[in-house]
């Protein structure tokens, strides 16, 4: 600015960067009268446009604008003291702002976050996923085609799923819950919000002449409307709990919040940003491909046409995919052309509008203040008259009076070549702008997300540790939920060695297997790596379970736990899991055919009995209907640890965006409440009765103690001693029972072992003078091979595959360096791989553990179990249950292999998970007889 003015004293001359002039003086009638004195206004002459004068009570203004070199920031700065805002009635205070109806510095500064993500290089990067994605909703519609190649679709409902699904995909990296059916909940939110199923609300024509009947007609329909604007709400709410309200750094969009502040911009216009993404991209684009898939049918020489244009570039680039690269105006010049006609005749905005903020005049026409304009986009893409476009429609000296809303334009105007601008955003050739408006909440939702996400990028390859590529902003495990984990561990091992690292959707993670570094982290430099990542299970209860506790805390409990398994201990409870494990193959016995068979669901039988046994072990109790596979006690463990599903989309999300954790949490929340009310209410009479010996009294007696201030200080709670009880079965049974399943698997495959597993039980009995199998009968010197058959089970199929460690002080290693607070993963399918230590490392090779051979062994290259002060604690409980099971099996039964019998693995976040592993149970003692 080089002149001012006295607010007070409106007279004299104010420049704005030599474009704008603005000259206030005192009010008078007639003709405003040039300052002679002014040399600049002398000098401007043809350059300048007179364009308006106002004549109010107390001022005359004059605006002179440049016709070269004109800045619309500076038009923005000047007009925000001068225009009337166009304020949106949708029926709902967050749709009311939407960016495209927002005013003045308000709209100017979300634009701003815009525009930048739609460079060349970004719009590249989604390109892959685009095309991706077009190419397999292709695929579909050609699967759904009968015999002779011919589908009937419904246009708009068929195109507006894809697409919600393609966006998904694009900014977030996920598929939609059942996103290729065109009913999908998603989809059919959003058809309802937008009032597809209605042609017309009665209400809104009435409240044209009535205004004050419009709060009682919404644009939108109100019960999706709600349940989405809620979502977002929280999603926001989120942010502002982790940041404390508070901006040290900011690194994204949500983060400026001062900003947000001081320009009057609320919660309301975030959320209403994120909502309208959705809301106007699958729409609009909708709309032309149904008019393109139309006007290709009524014109089947155009088809012949595009089709022959494609082919050729393909040939010619030699690639049987369209990508990027193909799709250039360069290459498809008619392709294109049919956009553009298709775009033309049918604009989806039909009236785009604008609010006359001062009066205007031109050519005998005159718009008054407050006058809505509308331009008639069907209209003015029809029109005849030669050289016709936007320009004429809409001026640019005309800009001053209609800046409240952004620009839109008719639909060929956007596309006109020299707007910078339009964009080529689609692999399926749908040309857009970043001017629609749903676009714009397109790149708002990448504004929001896009700079946390990726904050973290790079800090692994500055510590020297080799990295998984990570993607534009869902880190290294964007397909986590198609993967195997543990299997995905093992094939980075074989390419990356004993360390690498991940990003974790935003979270820098090291993974290792080499065994000189497990012995590091694990044990030698346990005062590094001494804690695990806070639990966030969605649970008061279950974050509490000890393997998830902090420091003392943790150091604390383990303390007071670890007496329940001392040698004397665990013989007391041997007499219990022997007896019980009896009756388990006498059950199965007793529900074998005339043959001595029986087909059995490993881990559905398997789980139930465990979870009998540990009820009996720990509880001194027996559980209601034990011996049914789906009794409510075991049911609600499998749905607790989620073994019907094989992956929460949440999670996935959480990783790049935590605030969503809260939306996600590990376990299903109805049977974690039902199992912690039945134990609590199960500690609960133990305390009156006093009178066993067993793990439940140590959390009785620990009860006892949380008003203590000992207690008090660590944060031990009555949750806390719940979580053990929990944790314990837990544990037990999801390991045990995934254990045991692929010993099953294995004897199933390895008849040879099975006979010798049952020789040697049978030895022992022999020698031992038993009927029955005891503590005494399992123990290693007596059953070495049994007891390898379980050791070679467990390095091939621990059940915990990436137990972890939290760095608390920096750490190096021979050139590789770790941070404090990054977490470091045992892979554990990987490092009981090491070819070195295991040849033929896939095999079943019981041999490897007997007693000639397990001093050979590396230690840390088996790590069912953990090491150092941090190791599982009820190792040698597992061992137990695990040796009785094996040798009561070998004893009674021979595993078979069936013609289904198949170990298909799912997709799960911390356990292994498979879907039902079927097996024949032949009887022992029925064997013999047909022998």
Known sequence: MIGS?????????????FNIIYLSIQSISGILQWLSSSCALARLGENMA???????CEQIFTLLLFKKNLKMANIRSIMSTLGTE???????????????????????KLRHYLSPLFTTAKLKQMSDVMSGSTSEFMNDLKSECDENGRLKIDCRKRISTWLIDLFAL???????????????????????????????NLLYSLSLSFPFLSRFAPTFNDQPTKLIESTFRQIISSRKQQTGGVTQNSKDFLDHTKEFKDLGIGENTIIAQAINFFLGGYDTSTTTLSHLLLALADNPECQEKMHDEIMSVLKRQGNSEINHDTIHESNIPYIQACIYESLRLAPPFTRPERICTKDWSYKGYSIKKGTHVMLASWAANRTSREGVGHNKLMPMPSYHSFFEMEVLGSIRGLLNPKNPQGLLLFGTLITLSVFNPFLGIFAMAITIVLAQARENYGVLEACGIPVVKPTLFLGSESNLHKTVVHFADVERYKKFGGIWGSYVGRIPEVYIADPELIRLIFVKDFVHFGDRKE????????????????????????????????????????????????EFMDDLKSECDEKGQLKIDCRKRLSAWLIDLFARTTLGIRLEDAKNPDNKFAEAFREMMGEKDEYNLLYTLSLSFPFLSRFAPTFIDEPTKLIESTLRQIISSRKKQQNSKDFLDVLVDLWGRVNTKEFKDL?????????????????????????LSHLLLALAENPDCQEKMHEEIMSVLKRQGNAEINHDSIHESEVPYIQACIYESLRLAPSIFRPERICTKDWNYKGYSIKKGTRVMLAAWAANRNPEVYPDPEAFKPERFLPGNKGSLESYAFTSFGFGPRNCIGMRFAYENLKLFAANLAKEFRVVKRADTEMKYKKCLLLVGFSPLYVDLQAEAQREKLD
């Open 86 to 108: 166009k304020k949106a009635e949708f029926g709902s205070d967050v749709l009311n702002e939407v960016l495209d109806y927002l005013a003045g510095e308000k709209w100017s």
């Open 50 to 56: 007179f364009l308006k004068l106002v004549d109010s």
């Open 535 to 582: 639990a966030d299970f969605g649970s008061e209860v279950l974050n509490e379970i000890l393997d998830y506790l902090p420091g003392e805390k943790w150091s604390k409990l383990r303390h007071y736990l670890s007496p329940l398994f001392t040698t004397a201990k665990l013989k007391q409870m041997s007499d219990v899991m022997a007896e019980s494990a009896t």
């Open 5 to 17: 003015s006295d607010p007070k004293n409106p007279k004299g001359l104010v420049l704005f960067d």
């Open 715 to 739: 944060g031990l709670t009555e949750n806390t001693i719940l979580a053990q009880a929990i944790d314990f079965f837990l544990g037990g049974y999801e390991t045990s029972s995934t254990v």
């Open 170 to 200: 694009t900014t977030l990296g996920i598929r939609l819950e059942n996103a290729k059916n065109p009913d999908n909940k998603f989809a059919e939110a959003f058809r309802e919000m937008m009032g597809e199923k209605d042609e017309y």
